[in-house]
Nanobody, 119 residues
Framework: QVQLVESGGGLVQAGGSLRLSCAAS??????MGWFRQAPGKEREFVSA????????NYADSVKGRFTISRDNAKNTVFLQMNSLAPEDTAVYYC??????????????WGQGTQVTVAS
């Protein structure tokens, strides 16, 4: 049974940092990544990484502030989020799929973790 389990969300002041983790079990994946959904908005791509080659992909809105990384031994991906702003407030979802880009299929999803940035 495939599971993606996120952790690390919470409440932080603007300008602060959070680190999200996503541990996968049941199988390994070509790519893992993060999406987010703010209230009243559609889910959007945040970042992804190739678990094989390590190449990364970021949404323009988070470039230079967020860093995605992986630990293949633990089948885990991380999202270091710095310089957080209120507009980063959303439920963050871990996903696993074919390749590290929003245009590819993402077939497995975690339950989501809330990130709230207070102004």
């Amino acid at each position: 049974q495939v599971q993606l389990v996120e952790s690390g969300g919470g409440l932080v002041q603007a300008g602060g940092s959070l680190r999200l983790s996503c541990a996968a079990s049941g199988r390994t994946f070509n790519a893992m990544g993060w999406f987010r959904q703010a209230p009243g908005k559609e889910r959007e791509f945040v970042s992804a990484i190739s678990m094989t080659f390590g190449n990364t992909n970021y949404a323009d809105s988070v470039k230079g502030r967020f860093t995605i990384s992986r630990d293949n031994a633990k089948n885990t991906v991380f999202l270091q989020m710095n310089s957080l702003a209120p507009e980063d407030t959303a439920v963050y979802y871990c996903a696993a799929g074919l390749a590290p880009g929003p245009q590819y299929p993402w077939n497995y999803w975690g339950q989501g973790t809330q990130v709230t940035v207070a102004s």
